[in-house]
Structures are given as structure tokens and as C-alpha cells.
């Protein structure tokens, strides 16, 4: 039958770049355009990403195969739809942005929108030009006047939604929750923005968010804005949930509880099985409380370019093809793969004059050497395959705006508000680098004995009280305490050095003529494991071990760390800058449990004990939760 062919073009206010991430949300624009909501045939993906889906459309079932999207961002993107079931046998769609516009608006964009279908029978010779040429036309014109709106003014669908629907009673809920929390300390100005967030915005952006991605948004900083929302899921006004993040394609289910997370994920769309670690496989995300808003949890497209913001091109080359592609790339290293093939090619952005442009898949896999490419390169993939084979050109660097679970509970309020969320028993989980602190006070059997059990007692709880405030204003999180001791965990060591120097002065000069105390404390930095022990958030490995060991041969006026602490750079600065008069002796021995090998150690201490000014910054402090 004869195929029908639409071409609409639309002079814009805004930009490619700022328009592209509201028009490349397919799901969203689908839904906005009112297309029906799809399910997938199969979880499965097929060969290339392939996807087999449905929908319903005036009670005339619609199934079809859908190749993979393909895009070059941000310029163009399109996908291509065979229909197994309905009045269609083939769709495709490509929409182009080109920089300038008719109108002479040299900041503008020019978008294309085209559209190819061909009728399977009768009711679809009639039904593509009612629905497409006429219906179709129409949303489309709206929907891509009210994105260029927001484009141009640097909002999102996240923001301006004066259609937000509450839940009955909903928003007067919202309102006297966030006020009890402004009450209960929360920050004030944040609780505002979220109120007004989730008074506004769109309900597909309110089913993931993204506090970091927020902060950046609102100009606040990270921490202030993580916590705040911590604190807002313990009064009820949101949920939180844990997505998880597949290494290729980054996407994943979501889960309630670290409960049912599990150290093995398959993820089906790239068909690949991954071990899940919590530095980069596990995101803590918010939703709302059901008993404010219900959050969008229809799905109107699979797999559009938004889908995937780390990848820059997606291309679908047919055995021994090649195809030109021009890419602007942010400087930094990138890489090349194929869905089928295993390995990819390392590429580095930058100022080069190399012109090796040509990236050759081959049977046998990709080159090892890293190619260099300028940053507006014309690339030329090449299918050297007899195979079909998915391009995908992406950023290696993960996403700075995801709060990542090895962040998150190393963090005191988490662990304060949300001290049941734990690994399944018998669970293992990697969380990356940590640098893992034990202490333990000196003579504490002496003090019972000097000043009665009942006074010592309250001596030794206060003493943890001063712990955990010192751990918590370093960013850090106490896992448990131990008799005398405590472990805790810091993201970053220089943070952990402080908190301990921090410590050892309060305790040793406490008020009310209290009896001083002396503190030993160990610092060591490494790979660590999460576990559940006592249905407490624990961690255990060689890194712990060699930690606990260390605050042995500390003297109560020092702290000792390892070559890793030492040899950290804000560590060095810290220790070297002559303001904060410190001296780091270096010695060697061998350790328990470390039998035939002797450490490098270091004894920090002050030469004039407790007189250090102790809001001098430590270098890289708030690094973990700056913008950027």
C-alpha cells in the first residue's frame, strides 16, 4: 500500500542544546502528544537492543518490534517500528535540530519532525491521516511550543506544571509536614524549594528524584540538600528508593530497601549479568509520599535518547557498512562498544591534530591502544563484522549527580533515621574506598576504678556522644561501638584525620572540671565490603582489620595512619601547612594478623597538644558534596 509521508518544521526560540533534553524525553513527549501508554512484550531485550511492545488504541490491539533508537546528540535522533498486530506494518520517525532558524533568531533552532507509515489494510489507509496527519500535527505543534518555552528559559518538565493533581487532602498534608519539619531543624529555604517542587512538577520527573541534580538546580549545596530530603522521608513527605545503575547502559529497576538489593543484577536491556557494588551499581532516589502525590508509573516509550544521557551517538550499522557521524565532545575520555562484541575502543577528547577517525569494529574485538580524537570530530564507525552491530559512542565518567549508596551510608543522620536499612543476611556488597577509623580510650579499666562504675559509666557516654557529633561534622557515619570503642567510616581520609585531631582536644579538655580522657585512634583507607551484622549496615575486610589494629599502638595523644592516609594529597596538605602544626613520624613494624610483612606507619600529633584552632578547613572538606 502507499506509504504516507509527513514533514513538519518548526522555527524555535531555543537552542539544540537546550532544547534537546525536554524533545529527546520520548516517554515524556509520547505522553504529552497523547499517545496511549505501552508495556513490553517481553522483559527480555532481543538482538541490538531490539524490544517488543503493545498497546491498545480504541480497543484495536497494536504489537510491534522496535529497533533501537538511534541518535547523535543533539541533533538528530529516530527510530524505526514493525508491526506484527494493527492497521500499521511499518513506522519510522526522525526528528532533526539544526542551529538558527528560519526566522533569523541566530540562537534558535530550526526542528524537523518527519514521520513514514505504511497502512497494513483498510482501517489503516484511513486511520494514518486522521491520526498522524491531523491529530498528531496538531499536539505536536503544541507540545513542541510549550518545550521551547521551558528551553528557552532554562526550565524543564520538572518545573512550571500548573496541572499538578494531589491526592485528596494531599497538598494541606504536604503543607503541615513540611512545617513540622522547619520546626524539627530542617533547613528552611530547602524545605521551601522541595515544597514548591513537588507542588509543580512533572509527575514523571517526581517518580525519580535526584537530590544532587536538584542542589545544582536551587544553587544549594549537596549535603544540605541530602539531608534535608533524609529528614522529609522520616516526616512523611517523601519516599525513598534505590535505583539501580547497570555499567553500560545505567539504567535499572528500583527497590524500597537495601533489603532487596542483591550483589548479582541481570539487566535485560543490554542482556548482560553485573555484580552490583555501592560506589557506583546503587543511587538513592525520592518519590513522594503516596499520601500527597502519586507519582507517574506508566511508561509511554522504551528506549529514547534521554534514556541514556551518557551516550552521545547510537548507531545501527548493518554488516560491512560504515557511517560517517560528527560529534561535539566535552573534553575527557569516551569509549566505543557494540551490544554483541566484547570489549570497547578507548577514545580521549581534546586538542589533537591526529585525524584517525576511523573505528573499525572487528570480529575479533577492538584495538587496546587509546585513540586520540578532537573534541568536533567527524567519526567514521565501521561495521568490519558479518553481523549487525549496535554502535554506542558514551562518557565513562559516571554521573556527579547521583548520591550514591557508598556516600549515603557513610553519612551519621542516614544511619540515625534509616538505622533498619540493611543488606539481606549473608549478603555481601563491595562499597569502593573507605578510610575506616577504630578507637578505643586509654585506661578506661583505671578511670572505673578511680571514680566509681556509675560515674564512669556516664563518662564513657558522653564520651560517645562527643564521637558522633565530631564524626558527623566531618561527613563521616559511626557504624558501632564496641565496649570502648567505635568504628566509623569516612568518604574522604583528610575528613576522618581532622574529626580524630577534633576529638582528642575535646575529650581531653572537658568541661565542668571533668576528668580528662585520651583517646587512641587508628586511620586506614581501602577497598571495604558491606554486610549486615546485629541488622545493622557493617563493613569487614582486610581494610577494617588492619584499621582496628593500628588504634592499638596509638598512645592517646596521637593518631596513626597508614602509607594509603598519608600518601592521600589533601592529607599531605593538611599535614604540611604550617598553621595547623602538626608532625607526622614515620615508623615500621609488622601487625597482628599480617604476619611477614612489615607497614609504614605514621604517629600524627601536635607538638603543643589541643591548641590548634579547630575551624581551620581542611583541605578538599566539602569536596564530596560540591556542585560539579
Known amino acids: ?162 496541572n499538578a493533581q494531589f491526592v485528596h487532602g494531599g497538598r494541606e498534608r504536604l503543607l503541615n509536614l513540611s512545617q513540622r519539619a522547619v520546626a524539627q531543624g530542617s533547613n528552611d529555604e530547602i524545605v521551601a524549594l522541595l515544597v514548591d517542587y513537588l507542588e509543580n512538577a512533572d509527575e514523571l ?134 551490544v554483541s562484541l566484547p570489549g570497547w575502543q578507548h577514545l580521549i577528547a581534546g586538542e589533537t591534530d591526529e585525524a584517525n577517525n576511523r573505528l573499525r569494529a572487528m570480529p575479533d574485538g577492538w584495538s587496546s591502544a587509546e585513540i586520540a580524537i578532537t573534541r568536533d570530530a567527524e567519526l567514521i564507525f565501521d561495521n568490519a563484522t558479518d553481523d549487525e552491530q549496535l554502535f554506542i559512542l558514551e562518557r565513562t565518567a559516571w554521573n556527579d549527580d547521583a548520591a550514591t549508596a557508598a556516600e549515603v551510608t557513610a553519612l551519621q543522620m542516614f544511619r540515625d533515621l534509616f538505622a533498619t536499612e540493611a543488606l539481606r543476611p549473608g549478603e555481601q556488597i563491595s562499597v569502593g574506598t573507605l578510610t575506616v577509623l577504630f578507637t578505643d580510650l586509654k585506661n578506661s579499666t583505671r578511670l572505673y576504678r578511680e571514680i566509681g562504675d556509675a560515674t564512669a559509666f556516664g563518662r564513657v557516654m558522653n564520651h560517645f556522644d562527643v564521637l558522633k557529633q565530631v564524626i558527623a561534622e566531618h561527613n563521616g557515619a559511626m557504624v558501632k561501638t564496641i565496649g570502648d570503642a567505635v568504628m566509623a567510616v569516612f568518604r574522604q581520609p583528610a575528613w576522618a584525620l581532622k574529626a580524630m585531631l577534633d576529638a582528642q582536644r575535646d575529650l581531653a579538655r572537658p568541661p565542668d572540671s571533668m576528668q580528662p580522657l585520651h583517646l587512641k585512634a587508628g586511620l586506614h583507607m581501602g577497598p571495604c565490603i558491606a554486610v549486615t551484622l546485629n541488622d545493622r549496615l557493617d563493613y569487614f575486610g582486610s581494610t577494617v582489620n588492619m584499621a582496628a589494629r593500628l588504634e592499638g599502638q596509638s598512645t592517646g595523644d596521637d593518631v596513626i595512619i597508614s602509607s594509603a592516609i598519608y600518601n592521600d594529597p589533601a592529607v599531605r596538605d593538611f599535614l604540611n601547612d604550617p598553621a595547623n602544626g602538626l608532625s607526622a613520624s614515620r615508623f615500621e613494624m609488622p601487625l597482628k594478623g599480617f604476619d611477614e610483612e612489615r607497614f609504614s606507619l605514621w604517629r600524627v600529633t601536635e607538638p603543643h597538644p589541643f591548641e590548634r584552632n579547630r575551624n581551620v578547613e581542611m583541605p578538599g572538606e566539602t569536596d564530596l558534596f560540591a556542585d560539579g
Open 1 to 162: 500500500m502507499h506509504e504516507f509521508h509527513y514533514r513538519w518544521e518548526f522555527d524555535l526560540k531555543s537552542s539544540p542544546e537546550q532544547l534537546w533534553p525536554l524533545v529527546a524525553d520520548t516517554n515524556r513527549f509520547n505522553r504529552d502528544t497523547g499517545v496511549p501508554s505501552v508495556e513490553m512484550v517481553n522483559l527480555q531485550a532481543g538482538r541490538n537492543a531490539r524490544r517488543l511492545l503493545r498497546l491498545s488504541a480504541f480497543g484495536i490491539p497494536v504489537e510491534w518490534e522496535e529497533q533501537p533508537f538511534e541518535w547523535v546528540r543533539p541533533h538528530r535522533f529516530g527510530v524505526v517500528r514493525r508491526y506484527s498486530k494493527g492497521p500499521i506494518s511499518e513506522l519510522r520517525v526522525r526528528v532533526e535540530l539544526t542551529p538558527g532558524s528560519a526566522g533569523g533568531n541566530s540562537s534558535g533552532c530550526k526542528l524537523v519532525y518527519e514521520v513514514w507509515a505504511k497502512p497494513k489494510n483498510l482501517i489503516g489507509l484511513i486511520a494514518i491521516p486522521i491520526q498522524i496527519g491531523l491529530i498528531s500535527a496538531r499536539s505536536f505543534s503544541h507540545t513542541l511550543s510549550q518545550y521551547d518555552e521551558l528551553a528557552k528559559q532554562g526550565h524543564t518538565m520538572s518545573s512550571g506544571n500548573k
Open 205 to 338: 520527573a517526581l517518580a525519580r528524584i535526584r537530590p544532587y541534580e536538584l542542589a545544582r538546580k536551587w544553587d544549594q549545596p549537596r549535603r544540605a540538600v541530602l539531608e534535608t530530603f533524609l529528614c522529609a522521608t522520616r516526616a512523611g513527605i517523601l519516599d525513598l528508593q534505590w535505583s539501580l545503575m547497570c555499567p553500560l547502559c545505567r539504567g535499572g529497576g528500583s527497590t524500597e530497601s537495601l533489603k532487596e538489593v542483591a550483589s548479582q543484577v541481570h539487566c535485560p536491556g543490554c542482556n548482560i549479568d553485573f555484580k552490583v557494588n555501592f560506589e557506583q551499581s546503587v543511587e538513592l532516589t525520592f518519590r513522594p509520599n503516596p499520601s500527597i502525590r502519586e507519582a507517574e508509573r506508566e511508561i509511554f516509550c522504551i528506549g529514547g535518547p534521554q534514556v541514556m544521557p551518557h551516550v552521545m551517538a547510537q548507531q545501527l550499522l548493518p554488516a560491512g557498512q560504515s557511517r560517517s557521524v560528527n560529534v561535539t565532545l566535552e573534553p575527557g575520555r569516551y569509549r566505543l562498544r557494540t
